[in-house]
């Protein structure tokens, strides 16, 4: 490596704190309302929208899966956008309201028909979803262009999966004191008042992200045709891979986090302790935090294999642990260990594979690539996730609010236990073909370095 491209490499990658945890600050609003969707809209639809469980398992596999394509839309979106404040980070600010907006619409609660709450729940929950798409696709496109450097990109991630974190910890956590609290024995407005306060903190962090984040390799960032950003993705194995290991961690991550409330409420008796696992899943940010050392000692590969092994022994312990409470939380807080390791490392490698699609098609296309290896990957993963369950839960007999049979706790306890980890497991597997192609990315970066002369931000 030549003196000028080892120089290259290292100046202007390093990344001021503010500046982190103003990236931090994305994940964080997302989460906060992202999360409050994913844990509790299968039980906020059948127990207090008053919708039945298949309707609600209808509802969310149809709107997932119309609305993860729009992942690749937005991609292109970003892709063709070139202000003066880059091409991902103004979406911050574009999107920041309607992702609030359509938040608090979900939880509304209208008197409506049966027929009427169905299709509420379906568009509301569709637009609600594209709105995510608007923001959580920038959130991922943007970490190409915020650093050149490897190492400088995984501190960004991991302090922006910290952030993502807290805003899990929060609604994940308080939710469901917050609806007792402000519903005052009434579910429906307590459900719409915490919808309000969340969307309101949502919308005020994505505006400090707005505020604070900056992009560099402005020369790469070109009006791209649709054509070109799908180019990007040609002979682009370890994207696809990826793509297809994310895809089977959110599946995982869905499934366990749907039915957390189930199995509280119906197999323990204990509805109130799925607040204090909520809050253990912030052992997530252990993983998160070994991350930096880990990567340094072993293949980027082998660290998010390990991370999807140890989620699902941690959700197979789970099957063990009966009815104690204690057992269930440490068994609980291993597998989120193995989450919060399995859930940062694919956004930070998204980075290596936009550089990849650069070096061997010659296009960087930050938008499109990152959109499907992200927003595609959670929403497929996520409503396939909570539909599985579903359908599990369905055809065992579920009945919303009465005492469940046999076959019901039985789905329950499958689907909260051993479900996540056969496809945590699938995940790890299809990740070992990612190994070979991680021994190329020094060399990479180099030659685009080489290929691009300097490094400059806007």
């Known amino acids: 490596m030549t003196s000028k491209v080892a120089d290259a490499l290292k100046n202007n990658t390093k990344v001021p704190f503010h500046r982190m945890l ?131 990109r995984i501190k960004l991630n991991s302090t922006r999966m910290i952030g993502g974190n807290i805003g899990f910890f929060i609604t994940a956590t308080f939710t469901l004191s917050f609806v007792a609290i402000l519903g005052g024995g009434n579910d429906v407005n307590g459900w719409r008042n915490t919808a309000i306060i969340l969307a309101i903190i949502g919308f005020a962090l994505l505006m400090f992200a707005f505020t604070d984040t900056r992009e560099i390799n402005t020369q790469s960032q070109k009006s791209l045709p649709i054509k070109s950003s799908i180019k990007a993705a040609k002979s682009n194995w370890p994207w696809f891979i990826l793509v297809i290991v994310f895809v089977f961690y959110w599946l995982g991550n869905a499934s366990r986090t749907s039915v957390l409330v189930y199995y509280t409420q119906y197999n323990l008796g204990h509805k109130g302790f799925a607040s204090v696992l909520n809050a253990l899943v912030m052992f997530q940010i252990i993983g998160m935090l070994l991350i930096p050392f880990l990567v340094k000692k072993f293949k980027k590969s082998h660290v998010l294999i390990f991370g999807m092994c140890l989620a699902a022994a941690g959700q197979i312990i789970i099957s063990f642990t009966g009815t104690s409470l204690i057992a269930l939380a440490i068994a609980w807080s291993i597998a989120s260990i193995g989450t919060g390791i399995s859930v940062s490392m694919p956004f930070a490698m998204l980075s290596d594979t936009v550089d990849y699609g650069e070096w061997k098609n010659g296009i960087r296309a930050s938008g499109f690539l990152t959109a499907i290896g992200s927003s595609f990957a959670i929403k497929i993963g996520s409503g396939l996730g909570g539909w599985a369950p579903a359908v599990i839960l369905n055809h065992a007999g579920y009945k919303a609010g009465v005492t469940q049979t046999v076959s019901s706790l039985s789905a329950i306890k499958f689907s909260f236990s051993y479900l996540p980890a056969i496809f945590f497991v699938i995940g790890a597997i299809i990740m070992v073909l990612y190994v070979k192609y991680e021994g190329k990315e020094e060399v990479i970066k180099s030659d685009l370095v080489n290929r691009r002369g300097s490094i400059t931000e806007d």
Do not use: C
């Open 22 to 152: 103003a990236y931090a600050s994305t994940d964080t609003a997302g989460n906060l309302l992202y999360t409050t969707v994913t844990t509790f809209i299968l039980y906020y639809y059948t127990d207090v929208f008053g919708i039945t469980v298949a309707a609600a398992g209808t509802i969310l596999l149809a709107a997932r899966i119309l609305d993860a394509f729009d992942a690749p839309i937005w991609g292109f979106i970003i892709d063709h956008t070139h202000t003066k404040w880059g091409q991902s980070r103004p979406y911050f600010l574009w999107m920041a309201f309607p992702f609030a907006i359509f938040f608090i619409l979900m939880f509304w609660s209208p008197n409506l028909s049966n027929t009427g709450k169905f299709w509420w729940a379906l568009l509301t929950y569709l637009v609600f979803g594209i709105s995510y798409t608007g923001v959580g696709t920038p959130i991922s496109s943007i970490l190409p262009n915020l650093t050149n450097n490897s190492d400088e």
